[in-house]
C-alpha cells in the first residue's frame, strides 16, 4: 500500500504527542474527553500502529531488496544479472518473466513467514546463524526444489504444453517424480557465471 | 463538571503504560524505515512486544480502578 510507512510514522507521532499529554498532565484522565483521549493513545493508535507496521514489514520482506540485504545473500542477486540465457533465474529475471521487485518470493514462496510454522522458524534459525552461527559456505534447499513453483505460470503457458517432452513427462512434473530441475539445471551457480555489464 | 482526580496507583500505571507504549512505537517508527531482517524482528520482538505491554498494564490499570 502507498504512503504506509509515512502513514504510520505520523500516527506514531500523534499516539506519542497525546501520550506525552496524558502522562505529563494526569488530571485530564479524570475527565471524560481525558479517558476517550487516553483511550485513543494508549490503545486505539499504538494497535493501529503496529497493524500496519506489520502489514507493511511483510509486504517488504517479499521485495529483492530484502532477500538480498543479508550480506550471505549476495552471490545469489548477482545470479540474476548473470550474462547467460540458460540461467533460470537470470533468463526469469533480465526478460521480466517475473516481477523484478519480488523475484526471490516469485519462485520461493514458501520461505520463512510465508510458509508454515515449520518454515517459520527455520526463518528464526537463519537470523540466528547470520549473526551468531556458523554460516554455510553453500546455501541449500532443505528439501527438492517444489515443481509447483514453475507450473505455478507455466501450466497452461502454451511454450510449455506444447513441448513433446513436457507432453510426455506431464503427470510426473505434476506430482514432482520429476524435477523441472533435472532438465533445467542452469540455477544459482553461485561463483561460476560473469555477471552481466 | 469535575470528577475526583484519579488515584496515584493509576496513575503511576498510566505512566507505565505510556512510557511502555511510547518506546514500542518509538522502535516500531524506527525499524520501519529499515529494509533488513533485523528490522523485522526488532519490530516484532521489541517494538510490539513493548506496544503489547503497554496496552495490558493500560487495561490492567482500568480493571484494577473500576474494581477499587
Known sequence: ?197 | MTENPPAPRLLKRLRLSGTLVGLGLAVEAVTILWSHPTAFLAFLFVGAALVGAGVLVYLWSLASASSS
Open chain 1, 1 to 197: 500500500m502507498p504512503y504506509l510507512e509515512e502513514a504510520l510514522v505520523a500516527i506514531v507521532l500523534v499516539a506519542i504527542a497525546l501520550i506525552a499529554l496524558v502522562v505529563l498532565r494526569p488530571g485530564l484522565t479524570a475527565t471524560r474527553g481525558g479517558k476517550v483521549l487516553t483511550f485513543l493513545a494508549l490503545a486505539v493508535l499504538p494497535g493501529l500502529a503496529t497493524a500496519m507496521g506489520l502489514s507493511a514489514h511483510m509486504e517488504r520482506s517479499k521485495t529483492t531488496e530484502f532477500c538480498l540485504s543479508c550480506h550471505i545473500m549476495e552471490p545469489y542477486g548477482k545470479s540474476l544479472r548473470v550474462d547467460d540465457a540458460s540461467a533460470l533465474p537470470a533468463a526469469h529475471f533480465q526478460n521480466r518473466r517475473i516481477d523484478t521487485e519480488h523475484a526471490c518470493f516469485t519462485c520461493h514462496t514458501n520461505y520463512t513467514m510465508f510458509g508454515d510454522v515449520k518454515a517459520k522458524m527455520t526463518g528464526l534459525k537463519h537470523v540466528y546463524i547470520n549473526y551468531l552461527g556458523e554460516k554455510p559456505k553453500k546455501i541449500e534447499l532443505y528439501e527438492p526444489y517444489n515443481n509447483r513453483e514453475c507450473l505455478h505460470c507455466h501450466a497452461g503457458a502454451r511454450s510449455f504444453e506444447e513441448s513433446d517432452l513436457h507432453k510426455e513427462m506431464r503427470a510426473d512434473l505434476a506430482s514432482n517424480t520429476t524435477s523441472c530441475l533435472e532438465c533445467h539445471d542452469v540455477v544459482h551457480q553461485v561463483g561460476e557465471k560473469e555477471e552481466q555489464p
